[in-house]
């Protein structure tokens, strides 16, 4: 069941939670509600259960306005981070408890059902202490899904579980959600978990919606430093316009004569053509590194070998091409990490002093170490470029703190 929030607003005394919010949720849909603490996103999920009494604005679930209802007379069920099963109750005497909640005394079926469709079937007879948290997470899960809700609001329900069990129930949800088809609202503080499970993601910043699309859309077009900062890792570059008009923007990157080029459609600036400066940005993954000793220093399609030469042929096996030339800078590495699947590095370059750049762990270039010069370059489809008024740390760690 699609909901629909207009002008929804909450303040806090002289705090204000949420700013008024105008947000369409497709029914059916995986909706995330994505941000860092105190952005205003547990709040707008309060507020859709009933949790919580707007300040202004209505809430309407499909074409009713649910606005001054109370959280049990709305078709709505809550999974809490914490799941509150009764440890006294078994598996299927805690999932049942909505059902005998209601007067129903024929629960047997419908219980089955709901553990088989979160796999706990076996696990009928324990108790909660016999269960890992993962387990847990089902338990709660079928018990809200029981009562056959037209929507499931999620409140961090992943947060208390370590890494790889975390990743492993991410896919669990996105089952589940495309199995029962109702619409899941899930709220998160974790980017790789949103951008996992979601259809749609709403990026919320101090009580407001940054920018709300597709994953993918988010990651590879941030409208916003907060988005291009808070969605994984982003690379700044501060230049100026030195050519617009066409399909292709010509930047020149501040105090240096390094030349960036990227597509028009991919500037979130207001009206570029008319010149002046920019954020340009690149992701870090997107990057090639290669010794200075190996680069021909034309900055062509072509990559240069190794890691870069590989990449350039997958990007041309993709239809990317090597329609003009990279986007290419110089630098120094300041550090290297080995993360397993990747190597990290950090470049001190002229136009960045932290520069990162993640590198797929194959056939590794043994002189990539601190010290090396190097050369990076990327391709301008993979570039985008943001108003360069906004705080370039917006979003980041560093910022938060």
Known sequence: MTITLSGVS???????????????????????????????????????AGLEEPTGGTVLLGEEDITALPPHKRPVNTVFQNYALFPHLDVAENVAFGLRRRGITSVRKQVEEMLELVELGPLAGRKPRQLSGGQQQRVALARALINRPRVLLLDEPLGALDLKLRRQMQLELK????????????????????????????????????????PDELYERPRSTFVANFLGTSNLIEAEITEAGGEELVLKATGTDSVLRLPAERCAAPDPQTGGKLLVGVRPEKISLTHAEDDDGEGAGTQANGTGARRGAVNGANGEGN???????????????????????????????????????????ARLTPGADVVLRWRPAHTFALDATQDADAGTVEEAL
């Not at 949420?18 to 205003?40: K, N």
């Not at 959600?177 to 259809?199: K, R, S």
């Not at 990279?326 to 001190?348: E, K, P």
């Open 10 to 48: 909450k303040v806090f005394g002289d705090f204000t939670a949420v700013h008024p919010l105008d947000l369409t949720i497709p029914e059916g849909s995986f909706f995330a509600l994505l941000g860092a603490s105190g952005c205003g996103k547990t709040t707008t999920l309060r507020m859709i």
């Open 175 to 214: 089952r589940i959600q495309t199995e029962v088809g109702i619409t899941f609202v899930h709220v998160t503080h974790d980017q790789e978990e949103a951008m996992t499970m979601a259809d749609t993601v709403a990026v919320m910043n101090a009580g407001r919606v940054e920018q709300l699309g597709a």
């Open 323 to 365: 329609g003009g030339a990279d986007n290419r800078l110089t630098g120094r590495i300041r550090d290297a990490g080995y993360l397993g699947v990747s190597m990290q590095y950090v470049v001190d370059s002229p136009v960045c002093p932290e520069f990162s750049v993640y590198e797929q762990n194959v056939e590794r270039d």
